[in-house]
């Protein structure tokens, strides 16, 4: 069993700042890409932001030159730096990871967090 743990969400102010970590644990062989979705209330879920095994990284053009992903393989932990941060960002934030165990190769969610940006 695979799981994943979000944490570091809340309630910023527009311009602040706030990090995400994503956690993950159980029977894992080994990580690959790694990424940030979220959804706002009435939208569809939306990538915001993943990252491979060897560190390359794509964003969502909406938080391009704001967000940065990264992770730490010892931890088996991503992480999502919010900077700047806009009322149109509020959403709730899923981790995803494409994690293999002994057994097979599959996608896993976390259980999300809330972000709210607003004064």
């Known amino acids: 069993q695979v799981q994943l743990v979000e944490s570091g969400g809340g309630l910023v102010q527009p311009g602040g700042s706030l990090r995400l970590s994503c956690a993950a644990s159980?029977?894992?062989?080994?990580?690959?890409?790694m990424g940030w979705y979220r959804q706002a209330p009435g939208k569809q879920r939306e990538l915001v932001a993943r990252?491979?095994?060897?560190?390359?990284?794509n964003y969502a053009d909406s938080v391009k030159g704001r967000f940065t992903i990264s992770r730490d393989n010892a931890k088996n932990t991503v992480y999502l730096q919010m900077n700047s941060l806009k009322p149109e960002d509020t959403a709730v934030y899923y981790c995803?990871?494409?994690?293999?165990?002994?057994?097979?190769?599959?996608?896993?969610w976390g259980q999300g967090t809330q972000v709210t940006v607003s004064s």
């Open positions: 990252i491979s095994s060897g560190g390359s990284t």
């Open positions: 995803k990871g494409t994690i293999a165990t002994l057994s097979v190769i599959d996608d896993y």
């Open positions: 159980g029977s894992i062989f080994s990580i690959y890409t």
